[in-house]
């Protein structure tokens, strides 16, 4: 008979062996972990719509700065990926306002700003009657929401607004929104709450 290890060694040996099989298995499945959280970060850009979940959500942004959000909205409820950048916050007058024929009634006590924010589909389906600029918010100093100026189908030719009836994949469009904030206070953030995440909406800070 061939000589054999005692069973002693032999049972050491396959306890090593079990081992060995175990750790490269949990190092293999580790790695197949991290190869496939890393393809999903370099997936989550615009090409899928699930992806963009509102990763600036409850963020604060600087002016100019954009970030991808989920979009659910519309005529159609279709799901898709904007590209929301708040642009800039500027000073508006009244005069502007009224040669629109959309003086408030509140004209002494309040100050109109106009709010620039620019939209880009960078999902995969198109948007029809997307209304974009409806979710776009102004916070004041005191951490008040600010009323928007509700315009209908009027203009205000200082900050045109009129969201376009299709929203193709690709298209790129700037939007202004009227707010009337109240007569010695100051803009303070630019919000914009859509998608999952509503209670936490990215904002731009407003510079001073």
């Known amino acids: 008979m061939p000589n054999r290890p005692p069973r002693t060694t032999r049972f050491r040996t396959a306890l090593v062996c079990a081992l060995g099989v175990t750790l490269l298995g949990l190092a293999t499945a580790g790695c197949e972990d991290g190869t496939a959280a890393s393809g999903s970060g370099r997936r989550q850009s615009a090409t899928r719509a699930d992806l963009a979940t509102d990763g600036d959500g409850g963020k604060t942004l600087r002016l ?4 991808s959000i989920t979009y659910k909205s519309g005529s159609d409820h279709m799901r898709g990926a904007l590209r929301v950048t708040a642009v800039s916050v500027r ?3 009244h005069a502007e306002l009224k040669k629109a024929g959309t003086e408030p009634s ?3 006590t309040t100050q109109p700003y106009y709010v620039t924010v620019t939209f880009e589909n960078v999902g995969e389906n198109s948007l029809h009657y997307p209304f974009l600029n409806t979710p776009t918010g102004l916070e004041d100093t005191n951490g008040v929401d600010d009323q928007p100026l ?3 189908d009027t203009e205000v030719a200082a900050c045109p607004g009129k969201d376009p009836d299709d929203f193709a994949v690709g298209a790129k469009v700037s939007l202004c929104k009227v707010f009337l904030v109240p007569n010695g206070i100051r803009p303070s953030v630019v919000t914009y709450s859509t998608g999952d995440d509503t209670k936490r909406p990215v904002s731009w800070k407003v510079k001073r």
Do not use: L, Q, S, Y
Not at 64 to 67: A, H, N, R, V, W
């Open 64 to 67: 100019g700065e954009p970030t």
């Open 91 to 93: 000073k508006g007058t």
């Open 106 to 108: 509140d004209v002494r």
């Open 150 to 152: 509700i315009t209908g």
